[in-house]
């Protein structure tokens, strides 16, 4: 079995105890990582190696930001997304580990809808599908995980009609998301959890979200056929939620058969 999380961290820096037991506790062989708010050159790879995880980072200063760890060798780094090579924000990064093609993503927010910001997230979720289709091609086990930004159904929100709105609920943020899932790749919380009420990976700061579990879920592992056939099972940890200066998110994992 091969266990890949996904888990938007909101700082390691920050972060980095929390991340460190839950690697302790949960065992991935394979962790995604992002918005890491850290350059490359000072993401805290040490304290990773010490645990027996390789570690690749693509960092930028105080925004954005993802990493890889594997308990195997990291080879053949894709480091931006490819279509854009004006495109300077660290979002992507793909490698094989694991007998396995892994991507972790960090899509864009889009927010404030009708600006530049929510135009670059639907141009970047149109490279990701250009990109998702290429790769089918060469047949891997192949996961994009990580943080979509994207609501895909209302049954993923605590309060549908609160985010009518927002730029990861937009129609056309859906839209795009289901273009994803329509070359082939299989969502995989939702394959095992058709209608799972109060699925969250997210809950806001503000608000009091987390003890009113008022969620959305936007972090979300996307599976080739090829991994759809050994997925086992696929499951949301909240409890990293409840701990002393959490991530405004929370882990999601799957397991893959041999």
């Not at 888990?7 to 890491?36: F, G, H, M, Y």
């Not at 090579?85 to 009708?114: F, H, K, M």
Request: hydrophobic fraction near 40%.
């Amino acid at each position: 079995m091969v266990k890949i999380a996904s888990w938007n961290v909101n700082s390691i820096k920050t972060r980095l105890p929390n991340v460190l037991d839950w690697l302790d506790t949960a065992a991935p062989d394979v962790l995604l990582l992002q918005e890491l708010k850290c350059q490359t050159a000072d993401f805290p790879e040490m304290e990773f190696t010490a645990r027996g995880y390789n570690a690749l980072a693509v960092g930028q200063k105080s925004y954005n930001g993802v990493a890889v760890l594997s308990r195997d060798a990291i080879r053949d780094p894709l480091q931006a997304l490819p279509g854009d090579p004006d495109d300077t924000q660290a979002r992507y990064l793909e490698v094989t580990t694991c007998g396995l093609r892994v991507a972790s993503i960090y899509l864009p927010n889009g927010n404030p809808t009708g600006t530049g910001k929510f135009d670059y997230k639907l141009a970047w979720m149109q490279r990701l599908t250009e990109h998702a289709r290429a790769i089918l091609a060469e047949e891997w086990t192949l996961v994009l995980g990580g943080d979509y930004n994207v609501i895909p159904e209302p049954l993923d929100c605590h309060d549908p009609g609160a985010w009518t709105g927002d730029a990861l609920f937009q129609p056309a943020t859906r839209a795009a998301f289901r273009g994803l899932l329509n070359l082939g790749y299989l969502e995989a919380y939702r394959a095992l959890h058709a209608a799972q009420p109060g699925a969250y990976t997210f809950w806001d700061y503000q608000g009091g979200a987390w003890p009113a579990d008022e969620g959305i879920r936007i972090d979300h592992l996307l599976l080739s056929p090829q991994a759809a056939d050994r997925l086992e099972a696929c499951e949301i940890d909240r409890d990293p939620r409840g701990k002393d200066r959490p991530s405004d998110h929370t882990p999601i994992w799957c397991s893959l058969t041999e």
